[in-house]
């Protein structure tokens, strides 16, 4: 049974990691200039993926109410500022450069939530530490002169609206599973 787990996992890191770097492929080396374009297209095939397996009974998926959509209309908001700055960011930047920058999100996350809970029992060694993470990530493109400073302003949008997400899936107590959140915004954008 413990090894469902690791193929399942690896199966995810798998497909994780070629899509970002098939994204990349079209964003750069095709020269695909419409990422708006290229963006609602994922989405497209994520919702009819989602939709296809809820019909299939793969996933369980209940009737989405208005109020609760509308309630998770910030969020979806955030959900494209985040695949729309990335895309633009992918198309510029290196994917390693990226992958730091992705990973930087959960410290944007974990300080806007104690800003906003302002929790002040945070152990300041842990919180120092965390915000040196940050200020490492953030400081990249000083050690390159032929970095692309606009890539890297998406990727900076891109890290703000991937920490804000996560911060808002935590804070809103919302009646909407993750599938049922995930399903909103698709069908948003």
């Not at 970095?147 to 949008?157: I, N």
């Amino acid at each position: 049974m413990q090894w469902r787990s690791h193929v399942t996992g690896l199966a995810f890191t798998f497909v994780f990691v070629v899509s970002y770097f098939t994204n990349k492929f079209v964003l750069s080396v095709l020269n695909f200039t419409y990422p708006t374009l290229f963006q609602g297209w994922q989405t497209l095939i994520g919702a009819v993926l989602l939709l296809l397996s809820k019909k299939l009974g793969w996933v369980e998926m209940s009737h989405i109410s208005r109020p609760a959509a509308v309630s998770w209309l910030p969020g979806s908001f955030l959900f494209v500022g985040n695949i729309y700055a990335g895309s633009r960011a992918l198309s510029r930047i290196d994917i390693p450069v990226f992958f730091t920058l992705q990973n930087s999100c959960h410290v944007v996350a974990y300080v806007i939530l104690k800003v906003l809970r302002r929790d002040m029992t945070t152990q300041w060694l842990r919180f120092t530490s965390i915000c040196l993470m940050l200020l490492a990530a953030v400081n990249l493109p000083l050690y390159d002169p032929q970095f692309d400073h606009s890539g890297y302003l998406w990727a900076l949008c891109h890290l703000l609206c991937v920490g804000a997400y996560r911060v808002f899936q935590v804070h809103k107590s919302n009646s909407l599973s993750d599938i049922e959140q995930q399903c909103v915004n698709y069908l948003f954008r």
